[in-house]
């Protein structure tokens, strides 16, 4: 039987309950940051870029001027570019409840069309944003009237302090694998001590793996489904070449400074102390496209009015939080739709 669509008069009033608590939810965001000064803008949808990470998939389009002729564009998939660009403007301290577009991913915790809740602090350590993510897990779950975030049966108290883990520790104790033995300052993987490792712990290895490869498999089968149970996890000190917008940890140069945040397994937020080298971050964007046109035959421009601005761009810590996620888990909604008040049509159900 086909699934009746969103504005069928039954299903939204089972929605309506958690689409009002979304708009409770933001409002309560927004008091959160206009509290402590920091400006809300509104990054353009439209970009010369929507990104350079391999597997990150964005919506084309195109302008057309008087004449017809046509200038490629693309949806944002972050507001990340054009927050720099502001910052560079001299912007100190900034949020956007931005829509964001993400091709190639739908599902119960993904839609093509979604609110992203990015923040920036100039001249703040990243460390900050930790704390940041404490207080609005614990602001949305009191503003929906729950003391849990939940997701498929497993819960989250957003009262305790979230546990802090470094992608080294989370490979040793969850997989036996001594991670940072593979991984040299500056990016340099050993993809074969990778694999040995892996296939020792008993993960698949293809041939055509590369390290990253590998490096995904590890995560998604043996570390992912031990995060954010009973507390927060923040995982962090991701390995340089899996981190490519970000700046170096000076105490280890192998490892960046990027963390994610999970609760009840579930990926929250994306933060970074942000690279700010445009010479290392045009490298970067090269490897990454050069990893795209191998694995899907096509490759996104680079924004060089973004590479200009980050040597204007002062030392900064930057977030991204999937907003529709956090609603879910402090609602009890079990499905992204559910949270979204009109959902993108889906003819291939």
């Not at 054009?82 to 560079?88: D, F």
């Not at 940072?180 to 001590?193: K, N």
Request: glycine residues 6%; charged residues 25%.
């Amino acid at each position: 039987m086909t699934a009746s669509p969103w504005w069928d008069r039954d299903r939204h009033a089972d929605r309506r309950p958690f689409l009002l608590s979304r708009n409770r939810i933001k409002a309560a965001l927004r008091g959160w940051f206009a509290d402590r000064a920091f400006t809300e803008v509104e990054a353009g949808i439209l970009q010369v870029s929507p990104g350079n990470e391999a597997h990150l998939h964005g919506f084309a389009t195109q302008a057309l001027t008087i004449e017809g002729r046509a200038q490629p564009l693309y949806l944002q998939t972050s507001p990340e570019f054009a927050a720099k660009k502001l910052i560079a403007a001299g912007e100190t301290r900034i949020v956007d409840f931005a829509r964001v577009f993400r091709n190639r991913e739908r599902g119960p915790l993904h839609h093509p069309e979604f609110t992203m809740v990015e923040w920036y602090r100039v001249g703040e350590a990243y460390e900050q944003l930790m704390a940041d993510c404490a207080d609005l897990m614990r602001l949305a779950c009191a503003t929906a009237g729950r003391d849990r975030l939940t997701w498929r049966g497993h819960d989250c108290d957003p009262a305790l302090e979230p546990e802090r883990l470094t992608l080294a520790e989370a490979f040793r104790r969850h997989a036996g694998i001594d991670l940072l033995a593979t991984v040299a300052e500056g990016g340099a993987t050993d993809r074969d001590g990778l694999a040995r490792q892996a296939v020792s712990a008993g993960i698949r290895v293809s041939e055509d793996d590369t390290w990253a490869d590998i490096f995904s498999k590890v995560l998604v089968e043996r570390i992912e489904p031990h995060l954010g149970f009973g507390r927060a996890t923040i995982l962090c000190e991701y390995p340089v070449s899996e981190a490519a917008l970000a700046r170096p940890k000076a105490a280890d140069p192998r490892v960046a400074e990027r963390f994610e945040l999970y609760a009840c397994g579930v990926e929250l937020a994306n933060a970074f102390g942000e690279l700010t080298d445009p010479a290392e971050q045009r490298r970067r964007f090269t490897a990454e496209m050069a990893e795209k046109q191998r694995v899907y035959g096509e490759a996104y421009p680079i924004d060089e009015e973004l590479l200009a601005a980050l040597a204007l761009m002062p030392p900064t810590a930057g977030i991204a939080l999937g907003f529709e996620r956090l609603v879910m888990l402090a609602t009890g909604a079990r499905h992204i739709e559910e949270v979204v008040w009109t959902p993108v049509p889906n003819t291939l159900r």
